[in-house]
T-cell receptor, first 116, second 113 residues
Framework: EAGVAQSPRYKIIEKRQSVAFWCNPISGHATLYWYQQILGQGPKLLIQFQNNGVVDDSQLPKDRFSAERLKGVDSTLKIQPAKLEDSAVYLC??????????????FGPGTRLTVL | DAKTTQPPSMDCAEGRAANLPCNHSTISGNEYVYWYRQIHSQGPQYIIHGLKNNETNEMASLIITEDRKSSTLILPHATLRDTAVYYCIVSPTSGGSNYKLTFGKGTLLTVNP
């Protein structure tokens, strides 16, 4: 089966510019996650969707970050305006909400953002 | 969520078993132990998870102590491709809409030829 797709793979912008990332989860996966991974650290959850509804966005900096998942499939994560500290890898993951509740999160390759 | 403690780095010779420890002394009775790994420039990859019994799959074995305060991930025959950061994570559920993972810094395992 196809994995989680993300684009672009790399993006370089200047501070105060805007940027958007796209994610296409594995077909049929109801739950979608966006993580931020700063160099040398583990991924940090930014937002979790269940179908097209938000389950958890407690760690999303809502003054500059926004995310949507229209129609419960693809998702976009936007940063506007970007700051230097937003330089990181942005990972998308998806999981199948299974009746047996033994889910696995499948991660995409990530988008490496550099803010100059 | 319970916190985990892992050594920052470990080395292993190719072909030998790699034993990666994890301490989770504050784990609750309904919390699962997950292991993921992240190869350089890739997204994390699921390895294995367990509640209280030892588990084995095609990638690794997970040994959880009887008191559940620590666990060990075992890669039985490490190869160079197993060089990665390994994350031990405790999660309050194994799935469903509340399934989420809190990553620490993990252990960098380097497999040497």
């Amino acid at each position: 089966e196809a994995g989680v797709a993300q684009s672009p793979r790399y993006k370089i912008i200047e501070k105060r510019q805007s940027v958007a990332f796209w994610c296409n989860p594995i077909s049929g996966h109801a739950t979608l996650y966006w993580y931020q991974q700063i160099l040398g650290q583990g991924p940090k959850l930014l937002i979790q969707f269940q179908n097209n509804g938000v389950v958890d966005d407690s760690q999303l900096p809502k003054d500059r970050f926004s995310a949507e998942r229209l129609k419960g499939v693809d998702s976009t994560l936007k940063i506007q305006p970007a700051k230097l500290e937003d330089s990181a890898v942005y990972l998308c993951a998806s999981s199948l909400v299974s009746v047996s509740f033994t889910d696995t999160q499948y991660f995409g390759p990530g988008t490496r953002l550099t803010v100059l | 969520d319970a916190k985990t403690t892992q050594p920052p780095s470990m080395d292993c010779a190719e072909g030998r078993a790699a034993n990666l420890p994890c301490n989770h002394s504050t784990i609750s009775g309904n919390e699962y132990v997950y292991w993921y790994r992240q190869i350089h420039s890739q997204g994390p990859q699921y390895i294995i998870h367990g509640l209280k019994n030892n588990e084995t799959n095609e990638m690794a074995s997970l040994i959880i102590t009887e008191d559940r305060k620590s666990s060990t991930l075992i890669l039985p025959h490490a190869t160079l491709r197993d060089t990665a950061v390994y994350y031990c994570i405790v999660s309050p559920t194994s799935g469903g809409s509340n399934y989420k993972l809190t990553f620490g810094k993990g252990t960098l395992l380097t497999v040497n030829p």
